[in-house]
């Protein structure tokens, strides 16, 4: 399993991947903090794609292409806001993990790169979010042979020591 899972301190768009996910919002449109860098990064073909959407429930995902990022698709799926864990959040955060990762299996993706979901603007703890992340993609590996590998992308040094612990202590547990 650990061979499965890496963490990677760096900028999403760069990774030359099957998938990258995008932490979004409703709309698809764009917006701040990791959606603004990949809309940026895809260029404006990406929103031309997302406008034919009809935006995205939260702890749902759907998939486009990554036009001119190096990653060959682009799996938006859209995080909860946290209210302090009292609005179903830890649900909505696992489903978005298993979403895009049932979409990477559908496609056969062999990477995916994961963002911290909702830890952004959206305000969700990394000490909460962390885990659910990785507890989610231990879970789905253990019965799929998609994705081979997947990446979670930390964009500090401090999300790179949370999810390093965080991962280490899963596994053991594993």
């Known amino acids: 399993m650990k061979s499965r899972l890496e963490i990677f301190n760096g900028d999403i768009t760069k990774l ?62 859209v995080g909860p806001v946290w209210y302090g864990g009292t609005q179903n959040e830890h649900d909505l955060l696992t489903s978005c993990y298993r979403n895009c990762l049932q979409i990477a299996a559908e496609n056969e993706f062999k990477t995916i790169a994961f963002p911290s979901i909702s830890t952004g603007v959206y305000g969700y703890p990394m000490l909460y979010a962390a885990p659910i992340a990785i507890r989610q993609c231990i879970n789905f590996l253990e019965s799929y042979e998609f994705p081979e590998k997947v990446i979670f992308v930390c964009f500090d040094k401090i999300a790179e020591k949370i999810y390093k612990e965080i991962l280490a202590k899963e596994l053991k547990n594993f």
Do not use: M, R
């Open 16 to 77: 030359k991947v099957d998938a990258i996910v995008n932490a979004a919002n409703n709309s698809l449109l764009g917006g701040g903090g990791v959606d603004g860098a990949i809309h940026k990064a895809a260029g404006s073909q990406l929103l031309e794609e997302c406008k034919t959407l009809n935006g995205c429930d939260t702890g749902e995902a759907k998939l486009t292409k990554a036009y001119k990022l190096p990653s060959k698709f682009i799996i938006h799926t």
